[in-house]
């Protein structure tokens, strides 16, 4: 007897969901390959975590390897381990205990936030241009949606006067994410302050997303949210351990705040076990025990491979926005006529080369282009001599056919 299937429908959300970043050029990277041109990608980080480095994180303690009774031991050995570091290097006093809470990465954790804290009754006010992240958690637990520039036009900071006119009872949050994703653009403490008071005299929770925290040249680190004057009683901060040691499949992360925002966090992760094993817990507290060493390698190579490509970008001709705070470049479309897919997708089927157009990250990212300095160096050579190739062929005028004068 043959069985009917039958049909259901997904939910409307999964249709107003983005395809994973980069994920739209997968088809066609496979048709490049195909031509024996090996894709060389820039839209993601993937400098290799040394060998060298690697010996240092010794997984020795036999409790790891399986289940452990002492779950909670681990997670506090490890705060006590990340308040210690934020106090020496940032001067916040954070309670490991209430005031911390271990995640399983930085997009679980921003999505624990929403859910703790926004529902269908509720709205959130995201920048623009952003990582879809923010947008689809949003839609998932059904808060509206409200957006503020980052742009050259608001010196890439919300222009918290023009916000002000939007809030209304049902305005629960605002989400900051500096160093900016994807411009690269950071802030100042200054301005950390204005906004914390800003969001105490609104009552307003700030979700500051500081996933590209120490990525600096030069030993430099961004300011922290949670370093500013009402700081820890009107913010949630999110820091993942991916990319402060620069391991993209890693999955801790970090939530820090008041105990009134950490309390709800900390019952969404026992409901659905978003919960990091001891493993991870262990590895991460090698890192944070190493993290000097780490830093100090990752930021000399960051440091280079930025001035690579800037050096690149001015041969080109290209203008990009200059930063010291992101493992990105933001780079205005070379020919403003274009449309930034059109252009990106010409460019990995002409070269090889992919690049993110900036309208991956929103409407106002139309006319740019996105550029991760996180491959090796000699990768990134590579990548700008065949770019450099295309650029002949690209910026060479098209021909005007003369029309002849008509006899007579």
Known sequence: MAYKKIIVEPSETMFKLDEPLGSQFQGLAKRVEKRNIGVIDLGRINIAFPDKLKSLLKIENSQIWGDSENQAEFELKLQTKIAAWLKSDYEIDIDPEKEMLLTTGNTPGMFMAFMSILDRHSKVIIPEPSFSLYKSCAMACGAAVDTYLVSEITDFMPNLEKIKSTLDQKTKAIVVNYPHNPTSKGVDLKFYNKLSNFARKHNVIVLADSVYLMHGDNGFSHPLYLQSENGKATGLELITFSFLFNLPAFKIGIALGHRDFISPLRKFRAAFNFIPSVFDIEIADCLMSERETIYNYFADKFAH????????????????????????????????????INFCRMLLKRTGVLLLPGSFFGEEGEGFIRLALGQPTETLIEAFKRINNFNKIYKVPKRIKSRKKSDG
């Open 305 to 340: 491979n930025r001035q690579i490509v800037y050096e690149e970008l001015d041969k080109l001709g290209w203008e990009y926005l200059s930063s010291n705070y992101a493992p990105f470049v933001w780079i205005k479309l070379p020919n403003r006529r274009r449309v930034a």
